[in-house]
């Protein structure tokens, strides 16, 4: 169990960096800064995170930015990103056109 | 642990256990706890949903609250929770190909109409004009300017982040075993690992999973599950801010601020899925479908990307509307379950009204009708 506002208070509050508007999601534009001030409002975990600011959500769904936002989201949270678990991943495993994935054989296929 | 006693425990840190948490707090009871069974707030058909804030449609003993939401607390939720939740409230046309397909709109636009609800039935070209993007094939729509869509997740999230804010006690990765009377009243909430959570008032927020809380304390709803999909495209060039559905409820969905659509569809299957509750996998079949649906509707989406479909379970209720309702067998337990898949647009009415009867307030709008005593034997 997570007691959310013992979490918070073990974490501390969110203190300003220098480098918080350097951006870390290139598709969705999501900054480092932002990032960091979603886990001092209590997104603990990247379903979380990635519902609350789309990191990971753009063109590359992720692949570039994945580990990157783990890792920052791990240092807030005092622990291993090894101990952040990852986001599902969604089908279909790469950008599909809507007339493809239409073209499967069901009842109004033509 | 520090502190395993409130004034009000929540199970379900869904959208509708979230915003009744924030009401209770802004009404001055910040000692509240919320309990999420999953590790993420929002876990559940909260972040699901396609997103519709909808009146037109929906059965007269919801409407009420459904049009209370609308008119009084939509408009400001942004400000009010400091998260823009991407509210839009730019009308809902429901899309008719056949002259059946206008009659069973008719039907309902006169419905909703003698509801008090603003709904028609408008003409081909009407459509047009109100979205030009549409398939020639449309012959008609049903029309609701005051409907409208926001975004669920933020939805969800801002609700638990300003009660956050405002003291409560959310805690994840919390699944209940089962409630325990004492004297007669509601007041044990029994952890799986054994632990205890106490409080003079238990909210019953769990959506299917209600079912088997509640019936711990020999209380039964009739609720079943349904298996729902949705998909999400790249983002599109703007087109339009309407809420779309069709008469077939083929497909429905809307474009997002972020330029992505999003849509809900399903295979006709749907009814014989046997997978497990805590599994939320896509069928291979169900994308397709609400593609070939889409795209037969608007076809310029032909060549759009669709980049993540998700599923979700839907708490079906028996006959079509939630139970929201404190059981007298069972004092100081309130339910709120069986939102059968509409539950999104209403969340900020339920979540008021839950936080006034815990607190023994009358609630805005007279929801009797959606007792959990109601079901009676049909023979």
């Given at each position: 169990?997570?007691?959310?506002?013992?979490?918070?208070?073990?974490?501390?509050?969110?203190?300003?960096?220098?480098?918080?508007?350097?951006?870390?999601?290139?598709?969705?534009?999501?900054?480092?800064?932002?990032?960091?001030?979603?886990?001092?409002?209590?997104?603990?975990?990247?379903?979380?995170?990635?519902?609350y600011l789309r990191t990971g959500m753009g063109l590359c769904q992720g692949q570039t930015c994945g580990k990157l936002v783990k890792g920052i989201v791990a240092r807030e949270l005092k622990v291993s990103p090894l101990?952040?678990?990852?986001?599902?991943?969604?089908?279909?495993?790469?950008?599909?056109?809507?007339?493809i994935l239409a073209r499967d054989g069901g009842a109004c296929d033509e | 642990m520090s502190k395993m006693t409130a004034d009000v425990i929540i199970?379900?840190?869904?959208?509708?256990?979230?915003?009744?948490a924030y009401y209770l707090a802004k009404k001055g009871v910040c000692d509240v706890i919320v309990l999420e069974a999953d590790k993420s707030i929002g876990h559940g058909g909260s972040s699901r949903n396609g997103g519709g804030v909808r009146q037109s449609g929906r059965d007269m003993r919801e409407l009420p609250y459904a049009m209370y939401a609308v008119n009084n607390m939509w408009p400001t939720l942004s400000e009010e929770l400091g998260v823009d939740v991407e509210y839009y409230q730019r009308g809902n046309l429901r899309l008719g190909k056949t002259e059946?397909?206008?009659?069973?709109?008719?039907?309902?636009?006169?419905g909703s109409r003698a509801l008090g609800l603003d709904m028609k039935v408008v003409d081909a070209q009407t459509v047009k004009e109100i979205c030009p993007y549409l398939s020639d094939e449309v012959i008609g729509a049903s029309w609701c300017p005051t409907d409208g869509h926001a975004n669920p997740m933020l939805t969800t999230l801002a609700y638990y982040k300003r009660a956050t804010e405002l003291g409560v006690r959310f805690i994840t990765d919390a699944k209940?075993?089962?409630?325990?009377?004492?004297?007669?009243?509601?007041?044990?909430?029994?952890?799986?690992?054994?632990e205890i959570f106490e409080a003079e008032t238990v909210i019953v927020a769990a959506g299917y999973e209600s079912r088997y809380l509640s019936r711990t304390v020999g209380v039964d709803i009739p609720l079943y599950t349904y298996f729902e999909e949705a998909l999400v495209t790249e983002m599109q060039p703007h087109m339009f801010d309407i809420m779309l559905g069709t008469a077939d409820g083929d497909f429905y969905g809307h474009q997002s601020r972020h330029g992505s659509f999003v849509f809900g569809s399903d295979s006709g299957l749907e009814g014989d899925i046997d997978m497990p509750l805590d599994e939320l996998k896509t069928s291979s079949l169900t994308a397709s479908a609400g593609c070939r649906a889409i795209i037969g509707y608007i076809p310029l989406l032909a060549?759009?990307?669709?980049?993540?479909?998700?599923?979700?379970?839907?708490?079906?209720?028996?006959?079509?509307?939630?139970?929201?309702?404190?059981v007298e067998e069972v004092p100081g337990m309130i339910l709120a379950c069986g939102f059968t898949g509409h539950g999104f647009g209403t969340a900020p009415a339920v979540g008021l009204m839950l936080a006034q009867m815990a607190l023994e307030e009358e609630t805005s709008v007279d929801i009797s009708a959606l007792r959990y005593d109601r079901f009676k034997p049909v023979r």
């Open positions: 169990m997570v007691d959310v506002q013992e979490k918070l208070k073990a974490i501390g509050p969110y203190r300003e960096e220098p480098d918080d508007d350097m951006l870390i999601c290139r598709c969705e534009e999501v900054t480092k800064g932002e990032i960091r001030q979603a886990v001092h409002a209590g997104m603990f975990t990247m379903e979380e995170i990635r519902r101990d952040i678990e990852p986001a599902t991943s969604r089908v279909p495993m790469r950008p599909t056109e809507m007339k | 199970i379900g840190g869904g959208v509708n256990g979230c915003a009744a059946k397909h206008l009659k069973k709109l008719e039907g309902l636009a006169s209940v075993e089962k409630l325990e009377k004492q004297r007669g009243r509601l007041r044990r909430v029994i952890m799986k690992n054994g060549d759009a990307k669709v980049v993540r479909t998700w599923g979700g379970w839907i708490d079906m209720c028996h006959d079509g509307v939630p139970v929201i309702s404190k």
